[in-house]
């Protein structure tokens, strides 16, 4: 499978996911499903059969509220069986409307509450090179989420101890949950703080899946920031670049309109 089939499958997945539960987020999903699918496809080295390999990859989501389209590249890649995906977010499932690791095989950290996910992938990447492991960590934030004061002292932290098993990739969509990312609390020159802060720094189209794959297979003497410029719910093109669907569920008629466009059967 390529990777640009993988994404449109689970994008497919958390459409159907989202539109069964009338819950949210899809948007926030739809940006990231490029970044994802090159990941669990093309890049990290993992075992779904054997999720606690310690050799395999280490991948945090910050943005723990886009569970969905995590929980649908899981099953994709046989995890878990895709009729678990039918019960995400309902009463009683392991696959809870932000990310749990609690009873879901492949996910390392529980996340949700935003700003703490690079903290966390700091800590495992320090873990690894003490260990003399050769695993990689991954780490996918917001953009809104770099609004929280933990993300950069994790970014400090990182460059200091010279982390450099570790990649983050920040989906940065321009829309967070009450406006345009710019306009609530402005990041630019994002780039620049990064590396003044002394990570390798890298910006890319969050949607060029050879682009995505060349950077995330790269290493460096530096801890490793991806900027994906991304558009919020890509690939269904009423939800693109809108911001009520970080909250919005697809009705019956609309997610057959959006599955239409992305020509999953």
């Known amino acids: 499978m390529t990777s640009e089939t993988f994404a449109r499958s689970i994008r497919s997945s958390a459409l159907e996911m989202v539109h069964r539960t009338k819950s949210s987020h899809i948007g926030s999903c739809l940006s990231a499903a490029d970044i994802v699918a090159v990941l669990y496809n093309d890049v990290m080295r993992l075992d779904p059969l054997n999720p ?3 050799q395999r990859d280490r991948f945090i989501i910050s943005k723990g509220h886009a569970a969905a389209i995590i929980y649908a590249a899981l099953a994709e890649r046989g995890f878990f069986s895709k009729d678990w ?10 696959l809870a409307g932000h990310v749990t690791h609690c009873k879901v095989p492949g996910i390392e950290a529980s996340s949700g509450s935003l700003g703490h996910g690079l903290s966390l992938g700091c800590g495992m990447a320090l873990a690894a090179r003490q260990a003399k492991a050769d695993w990689r960590v991954y780490v996918l934030l ?7 004061g933990s993300v950069w002292e994790a970014a400090l932290f990182a460059p200091f101890h010279n982390i450099t098993n570790l990649t983050a990739v920040i989906d940065y969509n321009k829309l967070q949950g009450f406006g345009r990312t710019a306009e609530v609390l402005d990041l630019e020159p994002f780039g620049d703080k990064w590396r003044a802060f002394g990570w390798d720094v890298v910006e890319v189209d969050g949607h060029d899946h050879a682009a995505l794959k060349l950077e995330l297979n790269k290493r460096s003497s530096k801890p490793r920031l991806i900027i994906a410029h991304t558009v919020k719910g890509k690939g269904v093109s009423f939800m693109e670049d809108d911001l009520a669907w970080h909250y919005k569920s697809p009705n019956a008629e609309q997610l057959a309109s959006a599955l239409a466009e992305l020509k999953v059967p």
Not at 85 to 94: D, R, V
């Open 52 to 54: 606690k390999w310690e």
């Open 85 to 94: 995906l039918k019960e995400y977010s309902f009463n009683g499932s392991p």
């Open 142 to 148: 917001s953009d809104g989420e770099c609004d929280e």
